[in-house]
């Protein structure tokens, strides 16, 4: 099982993240403690030089699976579902800025909030914009090879696809090979009615996988069935990465150490694709 975590490149004030700022010695301890990835949350693709990502990252041996972009909109309010149009288009550049990094570090791209809250204009409207948005951002990611992921949230952050079978649906709208699902287990416990069948429905379409408890905390701190979920994952045929976003309870150094002890002391099943028990 490939395990990482999230790391902001600069402090920002979404919570569930354990890491902030200061990358190379977040990366140097995230390596000491096992993982063999790090997720990274980056606002602004100008902030961040790639090169240096990853000489960072071959020292220390870790993979970049996926980049975050939810920041923009968290910092700044770009979304892809904005009433004003200026706006509109300025997250879709963000978006697309995204591309040479992720291509460089071989990573997907996430679309979180950049795709808005929704509420702010009308469902038809917003269903446009992020069909039109999702589609030019696909397609020239595809140009470079880059994969994008949609990220299913909790009604409770954004009316804009909230399940597994929202994000099918908009996938087979904007029609993009190369356009599929993040799934996340603190958003799925909220909203699928069964996390397993909603990610039997996934299938190929899951792109990336976020672990949380059901308190949001480290896996292992709640209620969800870790062993039982993580079994369906790799029975679907997914050999990603599973990457930790959770809060930094009690801090980051202790949340990360106990997620990774957590999920390497599971039992998962042999599926035959090489993921067996560490």
């Known amino acids: 099982m490939q ?15 354990a ?61 892809f579902t904005d009433p004003d149009a200026a706006v509109r ?4 550049e963000r978006l697309e800025s995204h591309i040479p990094v992720a291509r460089r570090l071989g990573a997907t791209i996430i679309v979180g909030l950049i795709r808005g809250i929704g509420g702010r204009s009308s ?14 951002c696909s397609e020239k990611a595809l140009a470079h090879g880059v994969k994008i992921a949609v990220e299913p949230l909790n009604r409770y952050e954004s009316t804009l696809i909230n399940t597994v079978s929202q994000g099918l649906a908009m996938i087979e709208k904007v029609g993009a090979d190369n356009l599929g699902l993040l799934l996340d287990t603190f958003h799925m416990n909220i909203e699928e009615p069964s996390i397993d ?34 079994n369906t994952l790799f029975k679907t045929g997914y050999n990603g990465f599973v990457s930790g976003e959770f809060m930094p309870q009690p801090d980051a150094a202790v949340s990360a150490a106990r997620a990774i002890e957590y999920l390497r002391g599971l039992k ?9 028990d560490p």
């Open 268 to 276: 998962l099943a042999d599926t035959g694709s090489g993921l067996v």
């Open 3 to 17: 395990l990482s975590i999230v790391v902001s490149t600069h402090q920002a004030s979404f919570n569930a993240v």
């Open 89 to 92: 288009g300025a997250a879709i």
């Open 19 to 79: 890491f902030k700022g200061n990358l190379a010695a977040s990366v140097s301890q995230i390596a000491a403690l096992g993982y063999d990835g790090v997720e990274l949350a980056i606002r602004d693709p100008r902030l961040v030089d790639p090169e240096e990502i990853l000489q960072v990252m071959s020292e220390h041996h870790l993979a970049a699976p996926a980049i975050g972009t939810g920041q923009a909109w968290g910092e700044e309010k770009l979304s």
């Open 197 to 230: 069948d909603s990610i039997r429905a996934g299938r190929d379409k899951i792109f990336h996988f976020h672990v949380a408890d059901s308190n949001r905390w480290y896996p292992g701190a709640g209620h969800l069935d870790f062993t039982g979920i993580l």
């Open 123 to 136: 469902p038809r409207k917003e269903e446009k914009w992020l069909i039109e948005a999702l589609q030019r």
